[in-house]
């Protein structure tokens, strides 16, 4: 018996069925290896005045880049087994906040592209998918529980990144007020200008810190990275 057989024997012996039932039925099973639904990605313009950029994703990647524009532009990709996934945008104020919902099925997701103005305060989290952060000049908090986080070319005052599985890479282009890095699993690696000094703490259970920027307990531009395993480096960029 061929190694597909064999494997398609052994989940329908799990099932309970024989292996020609295998195809018509064993509940969920099917839909693991059912075709996903991707169709083109949704892309619209809000005009709206926008000082906050909000993103709420269950899993998907989401990428934020600052450009020159007046208005955001937004570009969102579903993927889906069956039923595809409820997309939501709304302004409050001027907060623009992104997210969707999903009916229960295995594969259900909606990745984002955003470009902003620059100087937006962007607030990003995933349950599930990388986070890629570019030339943003407005503070940045962007949090995910499995997934890497990239940040480049960053001019933001302040910046809060946390991967609970995955790690971080940030560098920034202008010395920030305050950058909070933390990670339970993953490396942390943070670049910023070596023109300034830097008050820097950081704390690693299993793992290594190698610090190369200069240092100040009384600079006003604070680091702090913690990794529960794995290593930090903090160097000029």
């Given amino acids: 018996m061929r190694g597909g057989s064999r494997a398609m024997a052994a989940i329908a012996a799990a099932c309970g069925v024989a292996v020609p039932l295998l195809l018509a039925g064993c509940g969920p099973l099917t839909q693991l290896g059912a075709g996903t639904h991707t169709p083109a990605a949704q892309v619209y313009t809000v005009t709206a005045r926008v000082t906050t950029l909000v993103i709420k994703s ?36 001027t907060t623009l906040t992104l997210g969707y919902t999903c009916p229960s099925e295995f594969v259900c997701s909606v990745s984002y592209d955003v470009q902003v103005p620059a100087g937006v305060a962007v607030q990003v989290s995933s349950a599930a998918g990388a986070i890629t952060l570019t030339s943003l000049a407005g503070p940045v908090n962007a949090q995910t529980s499995a997934g890497l986080i990239t940040a480049t070319s960053l001019t933001s005052p302040t910046a809060s990144l946390k991967s609970d599985a995955g790690g971080i ?26 023109s300034a ?34 290593s930090i480096t903090i160097e000029p960029s």
Avoid: C, E, M
């Avoid at 450009?67 to 969102?76: D, F, P, W």
């Avoid at 940030?170 to 490396?187: D, I, W």
């Fill in 58 to 93: 269950g899993s998907g990647s989401i990428g934020v880049t600052g450009s020159s524009r007046g208005t955001i532009s937004v570009s969102q990709q579903a993927d889906y087994g069956k039923t595809a996934p409820t997309a939501t945008h709304v302004v409050s104020g």
């Fill in 169 to 194: 890479d940030a560098t920034f282009a202008a010395a920030p007020a305050s950058v909070h890095a933390t990670t339970n699993v993953g490396p942390i690696s943070i670049s910023v200008p070596g």
């Fill in 197 to 230: 000094s830097y008050a820097v703490h950081t704390h690693t259970y299993v793992g290594s810190s190698t610090v190369t920027v200069p240092t100040s307990p009384a600079s006003s531009h604070a680091i702090s990275a913690s990794s529960d395993l794995g």
